[in-house]
């Protein structure tokens, strides 16, 4: 595929990117539409659910594109949903060729978008920037593909890995701007989960506060032995709160659930048997922020897909500070996860990274491409 043609896909990436936080529980698309000349003609995204879809939205701006190609980050929908099926206006316009990052896993698709635009005799190419676009829709991608939510972990450390003082201290580690991204963080995930630990220790609200999504978000504590108590910050904002728990206390349970909390209660609850019931309640996305014992877990676990850590330009030192991943380790190194596609970037004096579980894209695409 030609360099220009790379670049229309990428713009479209990059449209899709601006619905991160609001297109949920539908994917980011975004698409681009060129003349036969390969004069761009028409630029679109998908905002939110209910909305034009991106095809749709490039298409009002580009009017009939007869003889042109369409080029969007995902399979065109072939379903009534919300909005009429996508193809009925990419073969309405009369473009003679669609290119398309990767199918849609989602059952009501699964290539029917495609077939059905090749039986409407348009040219079709699937896989160009497959895995950049993977990685942009990787929360809708993992719970249409792995029926569960996507696990993020994230985490702000000192330079030498330290996520608290030896005391215990550990606001602030990041600086402003980082606390600033790691709220971000939290717009674009359904739920923020924590330990028992941490909810007694630090008190958090565990809301968001930026307004870049519709809504508040669900929000989830292991609490094994059931101590944080009705007068916990977080029960003082808007949202849902869930327990996971394997105490017997009928009296903090009911006082909880007077609360309006959901107190979820079973003798033996394990990461997966906690995703498992997040996934049932409709929950598509999961931002772990600790503590390193929950996080600790998670890792030994395997229940994780992202990586968000921002790491702030000091030294705490001290053999009793923390660091951000408990429990009992790995004993050789060629046992380590490994994070890939890792991204780097400023907030501030701070540096924060991003990446994914190794492999997490390579299974995907495979899925993909039977989709």
Same mark, same amino acid.
């Given at each position: ?18 619905g ?10 975004g ?8 004069r ?21 701006e580009?009017?009939?594109?007869r ?5 969007? %980050? ?6 009534h949903?919300? %909005?009429?099926?996508c ?7 009369g473009?003679?060729?669609v ?27 699937v896989g ?15 719970e ?14 000192s330079l ?10 550990s ?16 717009e ?9 630990? %941490? ?5 958090p609200?565990?809301?968001?506060r ?27 904002v808007?949202g ?7 105490s ?9 659930r007077s ?11 394990t ?16 931002l ?5 014992? &929950?996080?600790?877990?998670f &890792? ?7 990586v968000?850590?921002? %790491? ?10 923390p ?11 060629a046992?380590?996860?490994r ?11 701070d ?9 997490l894209?390579d ?5 993909l491409?039977?989709?």
């Amino acid at each position: 595929m030609r360099d220009v043609e790379i670049g229309h896909l990428r713009l479209a990436l990059r449209l899709a990117a601006r619905g991160r936080y609001t297109a949920y529980p539908n994917p980011m698309v975004g698409a681009v539409v060129t003349d036969r000349g390969g004069r761009r003609i028409g630029r679109g995204y998908h905002h939110a659910p209910g909305q034009a879809h991106a095809e749709v939205a490039a298409f009002a701006e580009s009017g009939r594109a007869r003889g042109g190609t369409l080029y969007v %980050t995902l399979e065109p929908c072939s379903h009534h949903g919300r %909005t009429p099926p996508c193809i009925d206006a990419v073969v309405a316009s009369g473009v003679g060729r669609v290119v398309a990052c990767h199918a849609d896993p989602d059952f009501r698709v699964r290539g029917r978008g495609l077939r059905a635009l090749r039986d409407a005799g348009i040219e079709v190419a699937v896989g160009p920037l497959a895995r950049e676009a993977v990685r942009l829709n990787l929360r809708y991608l993992v719970e249409k593909v792995e029926a569960r939510p996507m696990v993020t972990l994230k985490w702000a450390q000192s330079l030498d890995g330290k996520i608290a003082t030896a005391s215990g201290e550990s606001q602030w580690i990041s600086s402003p701007k980082g606390r600033q991204w790691a709220l971000a963080l939290r717009e674009e995930h359904d739920a923020i989960l924590v330990g028992s630990g %941490t909810a007694l220790a630090d008190d958090p609200s565990l809301d968001r506060r930026l307004g870049l999504a519709p809504g508040p978000n669900v929000r989830v504590v292991l609490d094994r032995r059931l101590r944080v108590t009705s007068r916990a910050r977080l029960l003082t904002v808007d949202g849902p709160v869930i327990i996971y728990t394997e105490s017997g206390n009928e009296r903090r349970i009911a006082g909880l659930r007077s609360r309006g909390v959901r107190v979820a209660r079973r003798k033996v609850w394990t990461l997966r048997s906690v995703l498992r019931d997040l996934h049932r309640l409709g929950v598509g996305s999961v931002l772990v922020e600790g503590g390193a014992q &929950v996080l600790g877990g998670f &890792v030994a676990a395997g229940e994780f897909d992202r990586v968000e850590v921002c %790491t702030a330009p000091k030294l705490i030192g001290g053999g009793g500070a923390p660091g951000p991943i408990a429990g009992s380790g790995v004993a050789k190194l060629a046992d380590a996860p490994r994070i890939e596609a890792m991204r780097t970037g400023r907030r501030g004096p701070d540096r924060v990274m991003s990446g994914v579980r190794e492999g997490l894209l390579d299974h995907l695409l495979v899925e993909l491409g039977g989709a």
